[in-house]
């Protein structure tokens, strides 16, 4: 199958389109997108700015984490984020400013990113990475979702009332959260689009 057949082909995600000849080598591609995913999303985790009032600092991890979902699909996406949570919990600091550990403020986001990259993953099986628009709704959904987990979270950790919560963890964000989105309208067709050239 060419890059260009892939391209066109429902349940393909941008990770598909890596070479991986036989079972081994398809395993051993995957484990090393599910690392790279995991650490993608630490690294852009230490990318961190404080929001003055809120404990939620704006970071790079929410971004890295729906671009992995959307590249890697629904289960690659989901262990690469598992990985990421887990050996943050279990001491490397790479969560923002460089934290870890289970629980705290922040740490519902975390969760949130985990069940995101899953979701976003399973859209861009479904074709909603390959346009501007539908880009722009995988997104949004994935970013409903990460505060869905993480607004309650926080609320409880902090002892914020739930519209608190939303005042602290959510609408600082929005901004941001719309650029990441144009960003991604712009990334993923094009990669789609490139590859799609190239096969």
Same mark, same amino acid.
Request: proline share 5%.
């Given at each position: 199958m060419s890059t260009a057949d892939a391209t066109t082909r429902p349940g393909t995600v941008l990770a598909d389109l890596l070479p991986a &000849?036989?079972?081994? @080598? &398809? @395993? $051993? @591609?995957? *484990?090393? =997108?599910?690392?790279?995913?995991? &650490?993608?999303?630490?690294?852009?985790?230490?990318?961190?700015?404080?929001?003055?009032?809120?404990? $939620?600092? /704006?970071?790079?991890?929410?971004?890295? &984490?729906? =671009? /992995?979902?959307a590249s890697l699909g629904a289960g690659r996406g989901f262990l690469s984020l598992a990985l990421y949570a887990l050996l943050g919990m279990a001491g490397l600091p790479w969560f *923002?400013?460089?934290?870890?550990? *289970?629980?705290?403020?922040?740490?519902?986001?975390?969760?949130?990113?985990? =069940?995101? #990259?899953?979701?976003?993953?399973a859209l861009a099986r479904r074709g909603g990475d390959r346009g501007a628009l539908r880009t722009a709704g995988t997104m949004a959904a994935g970013t409903a979702l990460i505060y869905a987990v993480g607004v309650p979270v926080l609320a409880l950790s902090t002892g914020m009332? =739930?519209?608190? #919560? /939303? *005042? #602290?963890g959510v609408v600082p964000f929005l901004i941001g959260d719309a650029l990441k989105a144009a960003l991604a309208m712009g990334a993923l067709p094009t990669a789609w689009k490139l590859l799609g050239r190239r096969g």
């Open positions: &000849a036989g079972a081994t @080598r &398809a @395993r $051993v @591609r995957d *484990a090393a =997108l599910v690392a790279g995913g995991a &650490a993608l999303t630490g690294i852009a985790a230490q990318i961190a700015v404080p929001v003055p009032g809120s404990p $939620v600092p /704006v970071t790079g991890q929410t971004f890295a &984490a729906l =671009l /992995v979902g *923002a400013n460089g934290a870890s550990g *289970a629980g705290g403020a922040t740490f519902g986001y975390v969760l949130g990113m985990l =069940l995101a #990259a899953t979701v976003v993953g009332s =739930l519209g608190q #919560a /939303v *005042a #602290a």
